[in-house]
């Protein structure tokens, strides 16, 4: 079944003064699918999240909500549900009041009330904490507390707008391993912002990527990442190696290759490097490098290379096979399979 529009955004463009925030960003986000703004700091991420909300006005262009313009409409009328980077939890109230505040300016009855907030604070597992206000929670359960408080009024669309930026690598990861049940779970359209690489690949059905206030690129987090459409895209997702083409040697840095179609008509060659391999006899592609130096790092030991014409690459390497490392200094071919690599 084909997916249902649920917004869209036609050429939107946003000025603070004479500063272009956004320029021109056009994207349809599906009903109950999770999307992804990512970007580094200043891309204007964030400032589209605000755009969506109604916190803020459009410059130029439009924003539907279900075929409808909402691009006048007031945050409240969109009645998006908004989960904010510093949680913005009512210090005073206690985690049951905090998540029953948007259902009380919605006039519900005390009984919906009281089934919902019980309802949310078992959702996201705080049992037992109803009665503590924020300033006696976790980050973790604090962050908790804001989806739920989010969550409450059923919202068609969640804004999240870097939420778990605050918090340590392992709860960090427990979080987002929440927030991918509760969108399977609820199947509410998110929107989330974030400028972990990892995080969008991992959480998303579709990442669009920003810098400077233009989409660089959307698509599925397997199609940004493996099929970057240009230099910065491919730079910002992960490690890469970008090599310059040697036109007049039909290959790279000297050495004759098989190139990925059309490479003739860019400048240079990308592959990844957990898609390099140290060549073995038969390997087709081989290009000559020098191990400059290596990382040990766990499970994969990282190699820092050099190829003939100064150009520098890397390649990861599993430690469990037994083979050793080569030490710096030594004198190699690395390979890689064509279909791996990509022209730009």
């Known amino acids: 079944m084909a997916s249902t529009t649920q917004i869209e955004a036609r050429s939107v463009g946003k000025k603070f003064g004479k500063f272009h925030a956004l320029r021109d960003i056009s994207l349809e986000i599906a009903e109950g699918e999770f999307l992804s703004l990512l970007g580094p700091s200043g891309s204007g991420k964030t400032t589209f999240l605000t755009l969506l909300g109604g916190y803020e006005d459009v410059t130029s262009g439009a924003l539907l909500l279900e075929g409808q313009d909402m691009t006048g409409w007031s945050a409240n009328q969109r009645g998006f549900g908004m989960v904010f980077q510093g949680y913005a939890l009512f210090p005073h109230l206690t985690v049951a009041e905090n998540i029953a505040f948007p259902l009380k300016v919605q006039k519900r009855g005390k009984a919906q009330i009281a089934d919902r907030v019980a309802q949310m604070i078992d959702m996201v597992g705080l049992s037992g904490h109803e009665n503590k206000r924020p300033r006696a929670l976790s980050g973790g359960q604090q962050q908790r507390v804001a989806l739920a408080r989010a969550l409450a009024y059923e919202p068609t669309v969640l804004l999240l707008d870097e939420p ?181």
């Not at 690129?217 to 397997?222: C, F, H, I, V």
């Not at 230099?231 to 007049?248: C, V």
């Not at 130096?293 to 050099?306: A, F, Q, T």
Request: with cysteine; aromatic share 6%.
């Open 164 to 344: 778990f930026s605050a918090l340590d690598k392992n709860l960090r990861g427990q979080m987002q391993e929440e927030l991918r049940r509760l969108h399977r779970d609820l199947g509410t359209t998110f929107v989330f912002v974030t400028h972990d690489q990892e995080e969008a690949l991992a959480l998303s059905s579709r990442v669009a990527i920003f810098n400077h206030g233009e989409m660089q690129q959307l698509g599925t987090p397997e199609e940004v990442y493996e099929r970057p459409a240009n230099r910065f895209t491919a730079e910002f997702l992960g490690d890469i190696n970008i090599l310059s083409l040697d036109p007049a040697a039909g290959g790279i840095a000297g050495t004759r290759l098989d190139l990925p179609p059309n490479a003739d008509a860019f400048r240079h060659v990308a592959i990844r490097p957990e898609h390099m391999r140290l060549a073995e006899e038969g390997d087709g592609n081989q290009l000559p490098a020098r191990v400059c130096d290596s990382v040990y790092l766990g499970s994969k030991s990282r190699l820092l290379l050099e190829t003939r014409a100064g150009e520098e690459l890397m390649l990861y390497l599993d430690n469990g096979t037994g083979v050793p490392t080569p030490a710096p200094g030594t004198d190699l071919s690395i390979a890689w399979d064509t279909g791996d690599s990509f022209a730009l």
